[in-house]
């Protein structure tokens, strides 16, 4: 079973940053794309980010401007830098490989293998 490993989570309070880490076994990195997910409590998991192979990266609009997402080739590590960080950012955060879709005006991630434990993430106001 092939599952990732999230690292980075902790308590912060509203305005600040943390930056999550996600390491990956290099075959599966360096051919796929990246993605974060995250879910919050009593909402449904929903995609945040993603990056390419290239090094391409997109997100949804709640995190524009505030979260970086990028990749290491050199370390099979890939990361989310969250700045400014807000109280409904609150969530567990996983990463995920897969196929990123592009339809032009939109995006997605089809992700392969399963959901580690992923990383929890806690905003205080």
């Known amino acids: 079973q092939v599952q990732l490993v999230e690292s980075g989570g902790g308590l912060v309070q509203a305005g600040g940053s943390l930056r999550l880490s996600c390491a990956a076994p290099g075959s599966i990195f360096r051919r796929n794309a990246m993605a974060w997910y995250r879910q919050a409590p009593g909402k449904q998991r929903e995609l945040v980010a993603a990056t390419t192979t290239d090094g391409i990266t997109n997100y949804i609009d709640s995190v524009k401007g505030r979260f970086t997402i990028s990749r290491d080739n050199a370390k099979n590590t890939v990361y989310l830098q969250m700045n400014s960080l807000k109280p409904e950012d609150t969530a567990v955060y996983y990463c995920?490989?897969?196929?990123?879709?592009?339809?032009?005006?939109?995006?997605?991630?089809?992700?392969?293998?399963?959901w580690g434990q992923g990383t929890q993430v806690t905003v205080s106001s």
């Open positions: 995920r490989a897969g196929t990123y879709l592009n339809y032009g005006s939109t995006w997605t991630m089809t992700p392969f293998g399963s």
